[in-house]
C-alpha cells in the first residue's frame, strides 16, 4: 500500500510538471492555455497526497528521503505562495518558472529512486520500501525535531520575504529592519526647486506623524496630502484605520501632519473615488466595511465577500493601475503645477508610490540629494 501511494506521488507529481511546463510554454509562445482545466485537476493529486507521503516519513525510514524531502518542500512551497518568485516576476512569468523547477525536481526524484535500487527501477519496488511500517525512537526524533525546526523555518520564511516584497514594492522606500520599519524621505533638487518624497503608512507610531517633516522648512513650502475625496458619496462605510491602529498601540494618520512648533500649507492633492473603476470602488468598500466590522464574524463575513470581487488576475491588475497608477498620474501633475508657485512641494504619501513618483520626478531633471530615515513601527 505505501509503495503504491510513494509511486503514484511520485508519478502525478512529475506529470503535474509536465502538463504544466507544456500549458505554460503555449501560453508563452502563442497566446493558447489549452491544458488549464486538466492542469488544475492534476496538480490537486500531488497535493493531497503530500500529506500522507509526510506522515509515513514521519513514521518511519522505509520512505527515502533523498527522493521524497524535495517534492514534499516544493507542494510546502507553492502553497505558501512560492515566493520570492511572485514578487521579481509577473503572474505568466513565475507560472513558468515554477514549472520549470517542479520539472527538475521531479526528474532528480526519478533519478534517485532508480540509482538507490539494483537492479535500477523507475519506480520502487518492494524491497525498496521494505521495513517496519513504524519505528518509535525515530518518530519520537523526527518529531521533536520538525517542533523546533517548522516554526523557526516559517519564522525566516515570512520575515526574509516581507523583507524582500517591501524593498522591492517600495524601492526602498519601506524597509524592514530589526528593531521596526524603517520609512526613508528623500530630497531631490533641480535648480532652485525642492521635492521632498516621504514614504507613510496609514498606522504607524505616534512619534512618526509629529516628526514627519522635521528639518524642512514651513517657508516657501506646499505638502501635497493623500486621500482619495468622496464627492458622489459612493463609500457604503465611513473608511477608518482607528480601529486597527488601537489593536496594535499604533496612531492613524492624522489629516494634519507637521513637526512640533511649525504650520505647513497643505492641500489635498488625490483623486476623487468617482474617477476610478466601479469595480476599484466595490473593493474599497469590501476593505471599509472589514475595518469597521464589530465583531470577528463580521469581519469574516465582509472579507469572503470582498475575495469575490478579486476572482481573476485581471481584476487585480485593473485595481493596482487605479490603485497606484491612476493617482500617481494624477499626483505628478499637482506636483508639476504647485512647482510653479511653490520653492518646494512635499509628499507624504503610502510607500507603494514611491517608485513610480521617484522615476517620473528623475525623469524631469531632479536630482536625489538627501536621505533621511525614520522609524514608522518599532518592535
Not at 80 to 86: E, N, Q, R, T
Not at 94 to 111: E, G, H, K, T, W
Not at 225 to 242: I, M, N, T
Not at 254 to 262: K, Q, R, T, W, Y
Request: aromatic share 8%.
Amino acid at each position: 500500500m505505501l509503495r503504491t501511494l510513494a509511486n503514484l506521488f511520485l508519478i502525478t507529481f512529475l506529470l503535474d510538471a509536465c502538463v504544466s511546463s507544456t500549458d505554460d510554454l503555449l501560453g508563452l509562445l502563442l497566446g493558447w492555455t489549452p491544458l488549464s482545466g486538466v492542469r488544475n485537476l492534476i496538480a490537486s493529486i500531488p497535493m493531497l497526497l503530500a500529506f500522507p507521503i509526510s506522515i509515513a516519513i514521519s513514521l518511519s525510514r522505509r520512505l527515502p528521503k533523498r527522493v521524497f524531502v524535495p517534492p514534499l518542500l516544493f507542494c510546502i512551497w507553492v502553497a505558501l505562495g512560492a515566493l520570492p518568485i511572485p514578487i521579481y516576476f509577473d503572474f505568466d512569468q513565475a507560472l513558468i518558472l515554477l514549472s520549470l523547477c517542479q520539472l527538475a525536481v521531479a526528474i532528480l526524484a526519478f533519478v534517485c529512486v532508480r540509482r538507490m535500487q539494483t537492479p535500477p527501477h523507475w519506480l520502487l519496488t518492494d524491497d525498496a520500501v521494505a521495513g517496519p511500517d513504524f519505528e518509535m525512537g525515530y518518530a519520537l526524533g523526527f518529531t521533536l525535531i520538525s517542533l523546533v525546526i517548522t516554526p523557526l523555518a516559517l519564522g525566516l520564511y515570512a520575515v526574509v520575504n516581507l523583507r524582500i516584497a517591501l524593498t522591492e514594492n517600495t524601492a526602498g522606500f519601506v524597509q524592514l529592519g530589526w528593531s521596526g520599519l524603517d520609512a526613508e524621505a528623500r530630497t531631490y533638487v533641480h535648480g532652485d526647486q525642492m521635492i521632498d518624497l516621504i514614504a507613510t503608512m496609514h498606522v504607524a507610531d505616534p512619534t512618526f506623524y509629529e516628526s514627519l517633516l522635521q528639518g524642512i522648512p514651513a517657508e516657501g513650502t506646499r505638502v501635497l496630502l493623500e486621500g482619495v475625496s468622496d464627492q458622489k458619496h459612493l463609500l457604503e462605510a465611513r473608511l477608518s484605520y482607528k480601529g486597527l491602529a488601537n489593536a496594535f498601540g499604533l496612531q492613524a494618520q492624522p489629516l494634519n501632519l507637521g513637526s512640533a512648533g511649525a504650520s505647513y500649507a497643505s492641500r489635498a492633492a488625490d483623486v476623487d473615488l468617482a474617477d476610478l473603476r466601479p469595480e476599484t470602488v466595490a473593493v474599497i468598500n469590501g476593505i471599509a466595511k472589514i475595518l469597521m466590522a464589530e465583531s470577528t464574524g463580521g469581519r469574516l463575513s465582509a472579507y469572503m465577500a470582498l475575495s469575490r470581487e478579486l476572482d481573476g488576475t485581471e481584476q487585480v491588475d485593473a485595481l493596482w493601475d487605479d490603485i497606484l497608477h491612476t493617482r500617481n498620474e494624477h499626483l505628478l501633475g499637482e506636483i508639476d503645477g504647485e512647482l510653479l508657485q511653490s520653492s518646494r512641494v512635499v509628499v507624504p504619501w503610502g510607500g507603494a508610490h514611491m517608485p513610480e513618483l521617484e522615476a517620473a520626478i528623475l525623469e524631469r531633471g531632479f536630482s536625489l540629494a538627501e536621505v533621511r530615515s525614520q522609524t514608522l513601527i518599532e518592535f
